[in-house]
C-alpha cells in the first residue's frame, strides 16, 4: 500500500500527502506524512498524555522550540494520523546529522495504542524516509531503546538494525523545566533506566569500514565484538588482531561531549593515564561518563587502561569512528563517577538476553 514518493526534494508543506498508508487492527486507515510547525501543539500534547512533563528533553515542552525543530530542514518528522478525520495519532522523528541519522522512539497517543499505530509510525516511516534522496549519504541510522519497553525493541528488530550495547541507568526521566544549565552541574539522578543502543547499517558503511581490527586481549572486550559480529554477516571477513600492551603506550588525542540534562559525558580518542586522571575529577559529578575507543593498535592502550580505572564495557559500535573517510569500530565502556547505577532488570527480546546476562554479570556480580 505505499505510494509513490513525489520528486520535490522537501514534503513539509504538502499537508494531505501521505507517503505511505497502513490499516490499524481495527480496521481504520492511517496515513503517513511529514511534519509541519503547525503540528507542533498536537505533538506537545501527545508528550505531555504520555510522559506528563517526565520526558528526558524538557525542551519538547516548549511551543516555540517545537516549531523550530519542525520546521529544521535536518529533522523528519512523520507523523500518523486517521485518514477519516485526519486526527494525528502520533509521530516520531528522524534526526539527520551528517552521515549519521538518529530515530527517536514514536510516541501515540493512548486512545491509539494496542492497534499496532506505534509499530507503523515507528518502523514504517523509518524504513520508507531512509530511502530517499536526501537519506543517500547517511551510513546509519542510530537510537537509543527504553529497556523496559518490547515494542520498541521489535521495532528496530524489523526494521533490521543491529543491537550493539546496553546501558545500565543511561536514561534519566524526570521533571527537568526548572533545571538551569551550568557549565559543569548535570541533572542529578532520577528516574533511571536500561537502554539498548542500535543501529541500522547501510552498504556504503561497510565500504569505507577498515576491516583490519585491533582489540585488547581481553575475555570482556571479546564476548562484545562477537555478539556483534553475530548480528552482522558483513564482519565475518575481519582480520582480528588482540594484543595486550603497556597503558602508557603512543600517543592521545581525544574529544569530550556533554548532555547537560542526561547527566552523561562522552569521551572520544586515545587518552593517557594523566589526562584521565584529570578528565575523571573534572566530571566527578556526573552520573555516567562513556568513552569510545577506536579498534585501532593504538586503541588497544586506552582499552587497557579504561578497565583500569574501572570502567566497564557496555558495548561494540561499528563504524562509529571516521579517520579521514575511514571508518574504524569502537568499544564502548562506561563509568559511574557516584556509583549511581542501579540494576534495572531489562525486560528484552531473546536476542538482547546475552547483552543483559553480561552486564548484569560485569556490573552486579
Same mark, same amino acid.
Given at each position: 500500500?505505499?505510494?509513490?514518493?513525489?520528486? &520535490?526534494?522537501?514534503?513539509?508543506?504538502? &499537508?494531505?500527502?501521505?507517503?505511505?498508508?497502513?490499516?490499524?487492527?481495527?480496521?481504520?486507515?492511517?496515513? #503517513?506524512?511529514?511534519?509541519?510547525?503547525?503540528?507542533?501543539?498536537?505533538?506537545?500534547?501527545?508528550? %505531555?498524555?504520555?510522559?506528563?512533563?517526565?520526558?528526558?528533553?524538557?525542551?519538547?515542552?516548549?511551543?516555540?522550540?517545537?516549531?523550530?525543530?519542525?520546521?529544521?530542514?535536518?529533522?523528519?518528522?512523520?507523523?500518523?494520523?486517521?485518514?477519516?478525520?485526519?486526527?494525528?495519532?502520533?509521530?516520531?522523528?528522524? &534526526?539527520?546529522?551528517?552521515?549519521?541519522?538518529? !530515530?527517536?522512539?514514536?510516541?501515540?497517543?493512548?486512545?491509539?495504542?494496542?492497534?499496532?499505530?506505534?509499530?507503523?509510525?515507528?518502523?514504517?516511516?523509518?524504513?520508507?524516509?531512509?530511502?530517499?534522496?536526501?537519506? %543517500?549519504?547517511?551510513?546509519?541510522?542510530?537510537?537509543?531503546?527504553?529497556?523496559?519497553?518490547?515494542?520498541?525493541? %521489535?521495532?528496530?528488530? =524489523?526494521? @533490521?538494525?543491529?543491537?550493539?550495547?546496553?546501558?545500565?541507568?543511561?536514561?534519566?526521566?524526570?521533571?527537568?523545566? =526548572?533545571?538551569?544549565?551550568?557549565?559543569?552541574?548535570?541533572?542529578?539522578? #532520577?528516574?533511571?533506566?536500561? !537502554?539498548?543502543?542500535?543501529?541500522?547499517?547501510?552498504?556504503?558503511?561497510?565500504? %569505507?569500514?577498515?576491516?583490519?581490527?585491533?582489540?585488547?586481549?581481553?575475555?570482556?572486550?571479546?564476548?562484545?565484538?562477537?555478539?556483534?559480529?553475530?548480528?552482522?554477516?558483513?564482519?565475518?571477513?575481519?582480520?582480528?588482531? #588482540?594484543?595486550?600492551?603497556?597503558? *602508557?603506550?603512543?600517543?592521545?588525542?581525544?574529544?569530550?561531549?556533554?548532555?547537560?540534562?542526561?547527566?552523561?559525558?562522552?569521551?572520544?580518542?586515545?587518552?593517557?593515564? &594523566?589526562?584521565?586522571?584529570?578528565?575523571?575529577?573534572?566530571?566527578?559529578?556526573? @552520573?555516567?561518563?562513556?568513552?569510545?575507543?577506536?579498534?585501532?593498535? *593504538?586503541?588497544?592502550?586506552?582499552? !587497557? #587502561?579504561?578497565?583500569?580505572?574501572?570502567?566497564?564495557?557496555?558495548?561494540?559500535?561499528?563504524?562509529?569512528? *571516521?579517520?579521514?573517510?575511514?571508518?574504524?569500530?569502537?568499544?564502548?565502556?562506561?563509568?559511574?563517577? *557516584?556509583?549511581?547505577?542501579?540494576?534495572?532488570?531489562?525486560?528484552?527480546?531473546?536476542?538482547?538476553?546475552?547483552?543483559?546476562?553480561?552486564? @548484569?554479570?560485569?556490573?552486579?556480580?
Amino acid at each position: 500500500m505505499t505510494q509513490t514518493i513525489i520528486k &520535490k526534494p522537501l514534503l513539509y508543506q504538502e &499537508k494531505d500527502y501521505y507517503f505511505q498508508k497502513f490499516v490499524s487492527k481495527h480496521g481504520d486507515e492511517y496515513g #503517513l506524512r511529514f511534519g509541519i510547525p503547525q503540528d507542533a501543539e498536537v505533538i506537545l500534547k501527545i508528550f %505531555k498524555e504520555i510522559y506528563q512533563y517526565n520526558y528526558a528533553y524538557p525542551l519538547i515542552y516548549d511551543i516555540d522550540y517545537l516549531r523550530k525543530e519542525l520546521s529544521n530542514q535536518y529533522n523528519f518528522w512523520f507523523v500518523g494520523e486517521l485518514i477519516e478525520n485526519k486526527e494525528i495519532a502520533g509521530a516520531g522523528l528522524l &534526526k539527520k546529522k551528517r552521515y549519521i541519522a538518529h !530515530a527517536s522512539q514514536a510516541v501515540v497517543k493512548k486512545k491509539f495504542q494496542g492497534q499496532g499505530i506505534t509499530a507503523k509510525i515507528g518502523a514504517a516511516g523509518l524504513i520508507t524516509v531512509t530511502k530517499m534522496p536526501q537519506f %543517500k549519504n547517511v551510513l546509519r541510522v542510530d537510537s537509543e531503546v527504553r529497556g523496559l519497553k518490547i515494542g520498541a525493541q %521489535k521495532m528496530f528488530q =524489523h526494521a @533490521r538494525a543491529v543491537p550493539y550495547g546496553l546501558i545500565p541507568s543511561y536514561i534519566n526521566y524526570g521533571d527537568k523545566r =526548572h533545571f538551569s544549565i551550568d557549565d559543569n552541574t548535570p541533572v542529578p539522578p #532520577l528516574q533511571e533506566e536500561p !537502554a539498548i543502543l542500535y543501529s541500522i547499517i547501510f552498504k556504503n558503511l561497510w565500504k %569505507k569500514r577498515d576491516r583490519t581490527v585491533y582489540l585488547l586481549d581481553d575475555e570482556d572486550v571479546i564476548f562484545f565484538y562477537n555478539y556483534v559480529k553475530k548480528m552482522s554477516n558483513n564482519m565475518n571477513e575481519d582480520i582480528l588482531i #588482540l594484543d595486550r600492551c603497556n597503558k *602508557n603506550k603512543n600517543y592521545e588525542l581525544y574529544g569530550v561531549s556533554k548532555d547537560f540534562y542526561e547527566g552523561r559525558v562522552n569521551f572520544y580518542g586515545y587518552i593517557k593515564e &594523566k589526562s584521565l586522571n584529570y578528565l575523571l575529577q573534572v566530571y566527578n559529578k556526573w @552520573r555516567i561518563i562513556l568513552w569510545k575507543i577506536p579498534t585501532t593498535k *593504538n586503541g588497544i592502550s586506552s582499552m !587497557a #587502561l579504561a578497565i583500569d580505572k574501572g570502567f566497564k564495557i557496555v558495548g561494540y559500535d561499528i563504524g562509529f569512528n *571516521n579517520i579521514n573517510w575511514t571508518l574504524f569500530d569502537s568499544v564502548i565502556f562506561a563509568y559511574y563517577p *557516584n556509583k549511581s547505577n542501579h540494576f534495572v532488570k531489562p525486560i528484552c527480546l531473546d536476542d538482547i538476553k546475552p547483552l543483559a546476562n553480561k552486564i @548484569r554479570e560485569l556490573f552486579y556480580p
